[in-house]
């Protein structure tokens, strides 16, 4: 049981930090590439997607 807690533990500090890492670096480049008005299509079902989780 201590190395799953031990491995959950150290996956919850990880994603947190790759997530904002991946949003920082990627970002700026896809608004650049597809643009503000396709982004406002894009985003909506990104945002639906993730409830469904």
Known sequence: MADFQTF???YRMILPITT???QGFLSGRVLK??????IF???PAILLQQLER
């Open 8 to 10: 959950y533990g150290i």
């Open 20 to 22: 904002l890492a991946l």
């Open 33 to 38: 590439r597809a643009g503000m008005k396709n």
């Open 41 to 43: 299509l894009i985003m």
